[in-house]
């Protein structure tokens, strides 16, 4: 246990002596063509799958690449598959790999390596979860193709694997894969268009990727996360940098190219610059809600929680977090704005303020006094706005509002606990979800509502489950669209959560970076550098 | 054991010169242009604290989205924040809540330090021990402890104040150890030891008096970066919960828009820096009226 | 001496352990879930638990402590939770940008301050002395960030003269590394030379009241050598204390200065590590820091001895 030894104690003092001078000579020029980029937060988890967090989604579209990938026009086209075949009975889907993928350390992919890691997805990933209940089994076939035979015919096979974001399902070695879902992994290896090089990963400060010369992208033009995926530069660096004003004057001169989000008060410092473009890459953009507490009072009370919902003006808040209305718009989707099932069921509760409804209805309710717990995180910027926005809302209706300030991680604690408010637990926390993972009831985790296994809220109500379910064996359009928008109705009714319209994030970038696509995700193929 | 009347030896005495009561050194001192701009500054700057809800206010934390980020006009004296809040309203709401953070944390931490400083110096035996835990508590950063402060009891003045106050106590210490230190062997305190005086009088009359100068000096010191402590809290996120305004949180809330709307930064800014200039201007005048030891040049 | 600075040396294990103990303490007892931070937001209560246990965080304080001593006493500091970076390469990578704000703040402001103060005692209650006073006052008046912001705008965006941020290290050549210096250094300094100069002014004054300084003076040697030789020398005492204090007082400020210039040092790794309650990296943050202090207050005792013989141990 103790080793304490001479050697080990000279071996120690020289490490620190060589780190010392390693330190202050730490950090290496680029002199590679390279992009680099601010993102909206650092890289903290490098497993994409053990984690929802955006950031290592994003990270994983850089090394990783997916089976199946959606279009710009939300078509499910192929990416690592060649082809794909249904059987008659629509039960038995096989899927053929293209010729000459290999690995970041150059083994060929084969098929085991797919079933691995679509395993391990599947036990992370709602959608997994829900597919793996339909699946029978699934078997490699060849070096290059394997079947999924269903229990009944779906075409759910094709939406979960070509699903762009919460989770995407990557392709990692079999070795790599086969690490219990719930530990993160600890190589990187993936088949994906660049490589991480991670001696020169600093955790929290710098990621950097090289493009993968051995990839082999498709013939096709880049749509969404699918088509070809060609990498034009050398090199790209992701920098996080904690102060948004330094950002953008970093930006402005030229230390940087790339900020993924601009914070939306600081887009007049670009006004009239033409080396600049701003564009909104993610047309689905994010949706801000907000999320009651139906375990415990008030909000255990279906009438005080339309008190509540009528209470507050979603303009309101889209105007405190985004303040442009060119960024935002109001609409009370659950499903997003501008998508296949956008509703606006229930919309007289979310949209305006009606404080006469919000009194009366407080009234019925027989509203006690008990203080409704708001959790207000202080340090997290783009989240820091709703609380403020409801917690007034609520008060001029009529609660007793506590609003509770605290830093980021307490929220995360305090959230997750089941206690009454004030045992440590809460009654509102808000948040902004991305659009891309709320598009269809059975996808979106904000409109699932089976009590303890829902999300944090826990609302119980076995009518919208059972209508998820249904619509995960649904084929016929016009049938989902009239689920979804049920869905819908119910969801706002019974309180499971509010959605409070839609933003869209701006993306700045140097005019000499061409060919940025426009997807849910930030991408970096595709995007040539003039210059260096 | 004179037989002499006492009237007639004192009439055959020169004249002592009167030493000054404090009462004629404070009024020397406030004679001074500076240090009088810098009290009427500091009274003035109370006075609009405490009667700030007749100022032509209104409810420092009431919202209005819809006319965030607005210079100035004439229903906003001083523009709106970033919610639509009216910054004049929250700088004088603020005021009281900056001058009570820098007050708290200067009183508790000198009173605490001074006490803990004293026994340190004086007494070999507590020195180390005392110095050793100084020195731990030196090492747990700040911000761990306002977090974990703030997490555990919840985001209040209160808990901001006990945040700023406790890393500030081992530095007081320090500094009244070290005077201690340095005085502890002049002849006078031998002398008095050998005299036989209580050690509590030793402590209070002959050692504490030459801590009062540095600690003045220290304790303006305190101020000032109490409010500023507290302002860096609310830049990381930790500090004095939303609703409650304070110069501090002012300004960490409006940094995003310091080259659009300057303002935000500004008017608190500047009150502080006043504020701040006022306290060390009359810290400095006091201890040049309290300390003996100060020279005066005529 | 030797024995004095020996002792203190092995007191430094006890008060470490002490300090490491309590922080051990005060970060399990705080609410936060590293665990969470890696599930993301969406995850679920099942999923958080599994990956506490893929951590070890779901047993007993104490053993968790235990175990953390066990891997220190190999020479292990852990790995962080979220990275699966070792702590003791994070530190090393991120320690060169701090140490050397650090040295360049202590550096300037101590050359620029003594004298400074210096020359207000010797003008104590003239103009100078009071426009001195004044400008110091307003150096620690504003917060970091503002400073910092306004010499941004200034010296980075007007003027071109320096980096908005960043930092470039040795190996990008000398004058990289002094541009990327000189602002971060001059919003740090503002604060260290308001400090010192004060301190440095009122000790003077008060050893100019000393009868000494009367014999000095009246054995006919220039004020300079008065100043310099009898006054200084016998003011170190709170100056050195300050000085050492301030060093303390910098590893704070330093914190926003980072931010604000985006320089990867220690400063923001505490911030960032503490928000996310990434234990091993706080926890040997923590140790490292201790260490330190305990070894500039060391320094700082002993100097003592050299500015004022009355001082023993």
Not at chain 2, 123 to 132: H, K, L, N, T
Request: net charge neutral; with cysteine.
């Amino acid at each position: 246990m103790f080793s304490w030894s001479k050697k080990s104690f000279v071996r120690r003092a020289s490490t620190a002596a060589a780190s010392l001078s390693f330190a202050l000579l730490c950090g290496s020029p680029a002199t590679a063509q390279t992009i680099t980029a601010v993102m909206e937060s650092g890289l903290r988890v490098l497993d994409p799958i053990v984690t929802t967090a955006y950031m290592s989604r994003n990270h994983g579209y850089m090394i990783y690449d997916t089976l199946l990938a959606t279009d710009s026009d939300y078509k499910v086209q192929p990416q690592m598959v060649d082809n794909w075949q249904v059987s008659d009975d629509g039960k038995t889907y096989t899927f053929s790999l293209r010729e000459g993928l290999r690995w970041h350390d150059g083994a060929p992919v084969t098929s085991e390596d797919c079933i691995a890691s679509i395993s391990r997805w599947a036990e992370q990933d709602k959608m997994g979860q829900m597919l793996m209940t339909l699946v029978a089994s699934m078997k490699a076939t060849t070096d290059k193709s394997f079947e999924i035979v269903l229990n009944e015919p779906t075409d759910l096979v094709l939406k979960a694997l070509a699903k762009p974001s919460g989770t995407a399902p990557f392709m990692m070695p079999k070795r790599i894969a086969s690490t219990p879902s719930t530990q993160p992994i600890k190589e990187h290896i993936g088949s994906g268009p660049f490589k991480f090089v991670a001696d020169q990963f600093q955790p929290g400060l710098k990621v950097v990727y090289e493009k993968n010369e051995d990839y082999q992208p498709r013939a096709e033009p880049a749509s969404g996360t699918a088509g070809g995926k060609v990498v034009h530069v050398e090199r790209v660096e992701w920098v996080t940098m904690p102060d948004q004003m330094t950002t953008v004057n970093a930006f402005l001169s030229n230390e940087i190219d790339y900020i993924q989000q601009v914070p939306y008060d600081l887009l007049p410092m670009f006004e009239g610059n033409t080396d600049v473009k701003i564009e909104v890459l993610d047309k689905l953009g994010g949706q801000p809600l907000y999320r009651l507490n139906h375990l415990h009072p008030p909000f255990n009370n279906k009438t005080l929680r339309q008190a509540a919902m009528y209470a507050v003006r979603a303009e309101d808040v889209l105007q405190a977090l985004v303040g442009n209305p060119e960024y935002y718009q109001v609409c009370p989707s659950l499903f997003g704005c501008g998508t296949p099932y956008e509703s606006s069921a229930g919309a007289e509760m979310i949209v305006s303020s009606d404080l006469d409804k919000a009194k009366q209805l407080l009234k019925e309710g027989q509203y006690d006094g008990t203080p409704v717990v708001i959790l207000h995180p202080t340090d997290a910027l783009t989240l820091a706005a709703h609380p403020v926005v409801i917690a007034q809302a609520l008060r001029k209706a009529g609660f007793n509002v506590d609003l509770q300030s605290m830093d980021w991680q307490t929220v995360v604690t305090r959230r997750a606990s089941q206690q009454p408010a004030s045992e440590g637990g809460w009654s509102i926390f808000s948040t902004t979800a991305v659009v891309a993972d709320l598009l269809d009831p059975v996808r979106a985790f904000t409109a699932s509502a089976n009590g303890k296994q829902a999300w944090f809220g826990w609302p119980d109500v076995p009518a919208i489950e059972e209508l998820r379910n249904k619509i995960a064996r649904t084929t016929d359009p016009d049938e989902l669209k009239k689920l979804a928008e049920e869905v819908q109705g119910l969801v706002i009714e019974e309180g499971v959560t509010i959605p409070l319209g839609q933003l869209y994030i701006p993306t700045a970038y140097h005019a000499n970076l061409t060919g940025v696509l426009e997807a849910p995700v930030p991408l970096f193929w595709n995007i040539k550098k003039a210059g260096k | 054991m004179s037989t002499l009347p006492t009237t007639l030896i004192s009439d055959a005495m020169p004249p002592e010169p009167s030493t000054p009561s404090l009462f004629d050194e404070l009024k020397r001192t406030l004679r001074s242009v500076p240090i009088l701009t810098a009290v009427l500054a500091l009274l003035l700057i109370v006075i609009v604290a405490l009667i700030a809800q007749w100022l032509g206010t209104s409810d420092p934390i009431a919202i209005n989205p819809g006319n965030r980020l607005k210079s100035a006009s004439i229903d906003h004296w001083m523009g709106t924040d970033a919610f639509g809040r009216d910054i004049y309203s929250r700088v004088l709401y603020g005021a009281r809540v900056s001058l009570i953070a820098g007050l708290g944390a200067a009183a508790v931490s000198i009173s605490v330090g001074l006490v803990i400083g004293v026994l340190a110096g004086y007494f070999r035996g507590f020195d180390a021990i005392i110095m050793r835990v100084m020195d731990g508590l030196m090492a747990i950063p700040g911000i761990l402890l306002a977090i974990a402060l703030v997490s555990l009891s919840g985001a209040s003045l209160f808990t901001v104040l006990i945040a700023i106050t406790i890393p500030e106590i081992p530095r007081v210490v320090r500094l009244v150890r070290s005077v201690i230190l340095s005085v502890r062997n002049e002849p006078y305190v031998e002398a008095a030891i050998s005299l036989g005086t209580p050690v509590p009088v030793i402590l209070w009359r002959h050692l504490v008096p030459n801590t009062v100068a540095p600690l003045i000096v220290q304790g303006t010191y305190i101020f000032a970066s109490a409010i500023i402590t507290e302002a860096i809290l609310s830049f990381l996120g930790v500090g004095l919960p939303a609703e409650i305004p304070s110069w501090g949180n002012i300004m960490a809330e409006g940094r995003m828009y310091f080259q659009m709307r300057p303002g935000l930064i500004l008017y608190p800014g500047i009150l502080l820096s006043l504020t701040v200039l006022s306290v060390n201007v009359l810290g400095d005048a006091m201890r040049d009226a309290l300390d003996p030891r100060m020279a005066r040049k005529l | 001496m030797l024995s004095f600075i020996a002792r203190r040396l092995f007191a430094t294990l006890p008060i470490m352990a002490v300090v490491a103990m309590v922080v051990f303490a005060i970060l399990r007892m705080t609410p936060g879930d590293p665990a969470a931070i890696i599930a993301g937001d969406t995850a679920t209560a099942e999923q958080l638990e599994l990956i506490r246990q893929s951590m070890g965080l779901d047993q007993p304080i104490y053993m968790q402590f235990l175990i953390w001593v066990q891997q220190l006493l190999q020479g292990d500091l852990g790995v962080s939770l979220l990275s699966g970076v070792p702590v003791a390469e994070m530190v090393a990578h991120r320690m060169g940008p701090s140490l050397a704000l650090t040295a360049a703040t202590i550096v300037l402001s101590v050359v620029i301050a003594i004298p400074l103060g210096v020359v207000a005692a010797w003008q104590q209650g003239k103009l100078l002395d009071r426009g001195v006073m004044a400008l110091s006052v307003l150096g620690f008046s504003l917060p970091v960030f503002v400073t910092g912001y306004l010499l941004i705008l200034v010296f980075a965006i007007e003027m071109k003269w320096f980096p908005v941020q960043g930092y470039k290290s040795l190996s990008a050549g000398w004058w990289e590394f002094a541009k990327s210096l000189v602002l971060p250094t001059l919003a740090l300094s503002t604060i260290y030379i308001a400090l010192i100069a004060r301190i440095t002014r009122t000790s003077i004054i008060e050893v100019m009241g000393e009868d000494f300084i009367r014999t000095a003076r009246a054995k006919g040697l220039k004020e300079r050598m008065v100043l310099l030789r009898h006054a200084l020398r016998n003011a170190a005492v709170p100056i050195i204390t300050i000085i050492g204090v301030g060093i303390g007082l910098l590893i704070g400020g330093v914190v926003v200065t980072e931010s604000v210039f985006n320089f990867p040092g220690l400063g923001r790794l505490v911030v960032e590590a503490v928000l996310a309650r990434d234990y091993p990296v706080i926890q040997g943050l923590i140790l490292l820091f201790s260490f330190i202090y305990i070894v500039i207050n060391l320094v700082v005792d002993v100097m003592y001895t050299v500015f004022d013989p009355r001082i023993r141990y």
